[in-house]
């Protein structure tokens, strides 16, 4: 009976938190409703600022023009919301960690939102120039690059998934070192296998061309690096308190 309990009320609080992300989400969606073109016209500007003079992007079906400016204002209402989101889901996971643990839960939403931005603003900034520039001019002659309106958003989402992710790895580790998933040691040997699978992730989220691969894969293998640096300081840090603790300790046990 304890055991059942027990999960209703897990069920209930995950309702709630999934509810509390919902309800931001959606006055986010109201709010930003009247600006969605705008904020398509922001995201398209990589590629219209490719296209040769003259160009354009069209909508090939009839409802494109409207429901496709407002994935985009539902991506960025996924963005705006993001820090609480992810204070929700800690919040949710915190009854379940030691105190040490939970310390860690508002370091880590505010370094998981502003790393995530970072690599949106990484793939927007850097790649997607990169990335339409070289889709244009190797084109075939007398092909006119005219894309649909909703395959550009559908790509440049899920490269702004990939980038986001990708720039969380160095949460990732420390969450792993930090609950004993894994040790550092272990981390770095694992770093050749890293970096192979960086460049296959690369092939994978962005187009066929080495530069674009490349843009991808060394900033997933450098902030591997930086989460094995982060997380080896948090340890030195905790076994020097543990140390200096245990030190004060030795008088009174005499």
Same mark, same amino acid.
């Given at each position: 009976?304890?055991?059942?309990?027990?999960?209703?009320?897990?069920?209930?609080?995950?309702?709630?938190?999934?509810?509390?992300?919902?309800?931001?989400?959606?006055?986010?969606?109201?709010?930003?409703?009247?600006?969605?073109?705008?904020?398509?016209?922001?995201?398209?500007?990589?590629?219209?600022?490719?296209?040769?003079?003259?160009?354009?992007?069209?909508?090939?079906?009839?409802?494109?023009?409207?429901?496709?400016?407002?994935?985009?204002?539902?991506?960025?209402?996924?963005?705006?919301?993001?820090?609480?989101?992810?204070?929700?889901? !800690?919040?949710?996971?915190?009854?379940?960690? *030691?105190?040490?643990?939970?310390?860690?839960? !508002?370091?880590?939403?505010?370094?998981?939102?502003?790393? $995530?931005?970072?690599?949106?603003?990484?793939? *927007?900034?850097?790649?997607?120039?990169?990335?339409?520039?070289?889709?244009?001019?190797?084109?075939?002659?007398?092909?006119?690059?005219?894309?649909?309106?909703?395959?550009?958003?559908?790509?440049?989402?899920?490269?702004?998934?990939?980038?986001?992710?990708? $720039?969380?790895?160095?949460?990732?580790?420390?969450?792993?070192?930090?609950?004993?998933?894994?040790?550092?040691?272990?981390?770095?040997?694992?770093?050749? *296998?890293?970096?192979?699978?960086?460049?296959?992730?690369?092939?994978?989220? &962005?187009?066929?061309?080495?530069?674009?691969?490349?843009?991808?894969?060394?900033?997933? !293998?450098?902030? *591997?690096?930086?989460?094995?640096?982060?997380?080896?300081?948090?340890?030195?840090?905790?076994?020097?308190?543990?140390? &200096?603790?245990?030190?004060?300790?030795?008088?009174?046990?005499?």
């Amino acid at each position: 009976m304890g055991i059942a309990d027990n999960l209703v009320s897990h069920l209930v609080e995950l309702r709630n938190r999934l509810l509390r992300i919902a309800v931001v989400l959606l006055l986010l969606i109201i709010a930003l409703f009247p600006f969605a073109n705008d904020i398509y016209h922001f995201l398209a500007m990589p590629l219209l600022a490719s296209l040769p003079a003259g160009g354009q992007m069209i909508a090939t079906d009839v409802t494109t023009p409207f429901f496709v400016p407002m994935k985009s204002v539902l991506l960025t209402a996924f963005v705006i919301s993001l820090p609480h989101t992810l204070y929700q889901i !800690w919040a949710f996971v915190a009854p379940g960690l *030691y105190t040490h643990e939970r310390r860690l839960i !508002w370091p880590l939403v505010f370094a998981s939102t502003i790393l $995530f931005l970072c690599g949106m603003a990484f793939a *927007y900034f850097l790649v997607f120039p990169v990335i339409f520039g070289f889709i244009s001019n190797t084109a075939p002659e007398g092909v006119a690059v005219m894309t649909d309106i909703g395959n550009y958003l559908d790509f440049t989402m899920s490269l702004f998934i990939a980038f986001g992710l990708a $720039f969380e790895v160095p949460v990732a580790v420390v969450l792993l070192v930090t609950t004993g998933v894994v040790s550092i040691a272990s981390l770095r040997e694992a770093r050749a *296998y890293v970096l192979v699978g960086a460049f296959v992730l690369g092939a994978i989220f &962005t187009p066929p061309d080495v530069i674009s691969q490349f843009m991808l894969a060394m900033p997933l !293998w450098l902030l *591997y690096e930086a989460g094995i640096l982060v997380a080896s300081l948090m340890q030195r840090t905790q076994q020097t308190s543990a140390s &200096t603790a245990s030190s004060q300790l030795l008088p009174l046990d005499k």
